[in-house]
Every structure is written in structure tokens, then in C-alpha cells.
């Protein structure tokens, strides 16, 4: 069974900076793409950033030149470098990955999420 787990998330004042971290774990054979979303209080989730297997990385445009993505492959692990944060920034950020298990094919898994507070 595959896991994802965030942490790093908490309060931060607006200009500051913060990075979260995502580990798989479980019976992990590859993991293609990795991802970061967001979500708002009553709103859909949204994209922030991914990154693929071959670490080439895309961004939502408001996270542009603040926000980073990167990956170690040898944890199992996906990080998200947030600066410059802004009140707009607060959500709850969820990681996702693309993960072929023993005996599984490639799968979407998620985290449950960690909560970022940017005070203004």
C-alpha cells in the first residue's frame, strides 16, 4: 500500500517563507510526475506545480518566481519551496503522484493535506 504524507505547512507572516515536503511511502516500484495543488474554502482544487520524472517543472502563473518544485528521487519525496508568500497564498496544499506499486500499474495518490496560514 502507497502513502503520501505532507508536512511543513503552519503560519507564516506575508513576505516570509516556507517549505513543504511530501514522502511516499509503501511497496514503490517508479513514480512518474509529482504534483502540488491547493485548495480554498469552497472552491476546487488547483494545480500550483509539477514536476515530471525527467524533473522538467511547470507553475501556476501566480506562483511564478516564488514558488519552487523539486524532487528526490532516492526519498521518494517531492518539496515545495514557497516565497515572497502572500495572504492569497493561504489553503490547504495537497501533494500527488503518479506511483506504479508492486503489482499495480501507475496510480494517482494523494496526501491529506497541510494546511498553510499567510497573515497579512
Known amino acids: 500500500q502507497v502513502q503520501l504524507a505532507e508536512s511543513g505547512g503552519g503560519l507564516v507572516q506575508a513576505g516570509g517563507s516556507l517549505t513543504l515536503s511530501c514522502a511516499a511511502s509503501g511497496s514503490i516500484l517508479s513514480i512518474n510526475a509529482m504534483r502540488w495543488y491547493r485548495q480554498f474554502p469552497g472552491k476546487q482544487r488547483e494545480l500550483v506545480a509539477t514536476i515530471t520524472g525527467g524533473s522538467s517543472t511547470t507553475y501556476l502563473d501566480s506562483v511564478k518566481g516564488r514558488f519552487t518544485i523539486s524532487r528526490d528521487d532516492a526519498k521518494n519525496t517531492v518539496y515545495l519551496k514557497m516565497n515572497s508568500l502572500k495572504a492569497e497564498d493561504t489553503a490547504v496544499y495537497y501533494c500527488?503522484?503518479?506511483?506504479?506499486?508492486?503489482?499495480?500499474?501507475?496510480?494517482?495518490?494523494w496526501g491529506k493535506g497541510t494546511l498553510v496560514t499567510v497573515s497579512s
Open positions: 500527488n503522484a503518479e506511483i506504479m506499486a508492486l503489482f499495480s500499474d501507475y496510480y494517482n495518490y
